[in-house]
């Protein structure tokens, strides 16, 4: 079967960095996308990679390693509205995305 | 309209009773789908649409239909709701089915 495994939940203070994993397990690889979901909201696209390797934009980036089926997203210098779920999302050979439960980021004070 | 809209926002509904849920798009985007996400879990495709006139059933297709008479709408129906159908409807696009998928604001639908 298809799986993509997150923390359920992790808890970070403001202004320092935190890494989410991914690991999956999936029938075929056509890319893994990270997504951002505050409370009652729907999600919204963060990054995408489809090559081994980090993608950085802004405060986030992305890290792949396709033969470890393994992603992270690291979040840098934490703010209070970071504080959402973050949706790990892989793309099969059929094109469609196999969704990871979520890992929901709290930042404190 | 900038996106994507869905309606109603939310519904309460009797089990028994068919309900559609709306779905509209201006991005021109040939791609469509629905997805629910339950507590727990990450979010199962129900149906989509590669393009207009053409639909696919996803993960949990059972119970929902949709189709796809033109580009920008893409409606869910469910034609005898069940208490476990309660859960966050999400429609998305994308281009094409290899591009980005954007999401929509959710619809919240509760069965009785």
Known sequence: GQNIDQPTEMTATEGAIVQINCTYQTSGFNGLFWYQQHAGEAPTFLSYNVLDGLEEKGRFSSFLSRSKGYSYLLLKELQMKDSASYLCAVRDQDYQLIWGAGTKLIIKP | ?112
């Not at chain 2, 649409?49 to 053409?54: E, F, H, I, L, M």
């Not at chain 2, 996803?58 to 409606?75: I, K």
């Not at chain 2, 281009?95 to 639908?109: E, K």
């Open chain 2, 1 to 112: 309209i900038a996106g994507i809209t869905q309606a109603p926002t939310s519904q309460i509904l009797a089990a028994g009773r068919r309900m559609t849920l709306r779905c509209t798009q201006d991005m021109r985007h040939n791609a469509m789908y629905w997805y629910r996400q339950d507590l727990g879990l990450g979010l199962r495709l129900i149906h989509y649409s590669n393009t207009a006139g053409t639909t696919g059933k996803g993960e949990v297709p059972d119970g929902y239909s949709v189709s796809r008479a033109n580009t920008d709408d893409f409606p869910l129906t469910l034609a005898s709701a069940v208490p476990s159908q309660t859960s966050v409807y999400f429609c998305a696009s994308s281009a094409s089915d290899t591009d980005t998928q954007y999401f929509g604001p959710g619809t919240r639908l509760t069965v009785l």
